[in-house]
């Protein structure tokens, strides 16, 4: 009994080596995280223009540019077209890098890695040449898109695309899930290869179609992965910025406005930096919500 007791009583020794090899880690994410943020937000609590810039010191009004901001229709309008853009793009790139994974599994080796070269191509894009592509495409002057169209038999000759903004951010919206189907591409092909080809195959020998395949055993076994993509395609696409900005020639008209567009114009086309740290605070509580949110779904599931 006493050696039973001695054994259980016993405290588990904490090693403190994998602990200091994390610090310096920890500590460089503090400094270039931490402080800009702390910064952002005392910044939020003060009224900051160009007449606190030459005084030097902003003054502090707590929590009146938040009150003033979520009290703003405009902002409540800006948040739910960047939600509802965010969703549109996210919903795309994923539905169609799955799709595209799939069809990998069943092309020839050959074809497939010339599919794996221009997908890392396309990865390997800077940013602002994709855009500047893309803009060229359904240019004003000159379009590709509208000489085809005009060669269907449609006149329309110097058609500006961005006149409506639903054709507007389908193309802005397009160019962003382009961008991306590389990296969720390649990522649900990579964990499709993984799936064990036994369990498949006895599926199907108990007579189960591709469907109920697909929703019983692949689909279960790459939720991790799907969840990880669609936290990480949230992040980046409701923070898109530059897309808006180079499509539009810098002067986006308040119908194309985001909650990253709004935020720069509040803080540096109007100089109201005070209000445009407050959205931006905004911008990271909403984002650490849905990134939350998927982080549990993920914790759960490997409970299970």
Known sequence: MSIGQSSISKPRKIKPWPYLLVTPSLVALGLILGYPIFKLFSLSLERYGLSEIIAGKGVFVGLGNFIEILTDKEFWTILERTLFFTF???????????????????????????????????????????????????????????????????????????????????????????????????????ALTQVPKDLIEAAEIDGANSRQVFRNIIFPMLLPVYVILISLSTIWD???????????????????????????????????????????????????????????????????
Request: charged share 10%; hydrophobic share 55%.
């Open 88 to 190: 549109g793009m996210v919903t795309i790139s994923i539905i169609v890098g799955a799709w595209l994974a799939h069809l990998m599994l069943e092309m020839h080796p050959k074809i497939r890695n010339v599919l794996n070269l221009v997908l890392i191509l396309v990865w390997a894009m800077p940013q602002l040449v994709s855009i500047s592509v893309w803009r060229w495409l359904f240019s004003f002057d000159f379009s590709i898109v509208t000489a085809l169209v005009n060669n269907l038999g449609f006149e329309m000759n110097n058609h500006n695309y961005f006149v409506n903004t639903i054709s507007g951010f389908l193309i802005i919206g397009g160019c962003v899930a382009w961008g991306a189907l590389p990296f969720i591409t390649i990522s649900i092909y990579a």
């Open 238 to 304: 409701f923070q898109v910025f530059s897309h808006i900005w180079i499509f539009l020639d810098s002067r986006p008209s308040a119908e194309y406005y985001t909650i990253a567009i709004y935020a720069f114009q509040k803080s540096f086309g109007l100089s109201e930096y005070g209000k445009g740290a407050a959205i931006s605070i905004v911008m990271i509580i909403a984002l650490i919500g849905v990134t939350g949110y998927y982080l549990r779904q993920m914790m759960k599931m490997g409970d299970e």
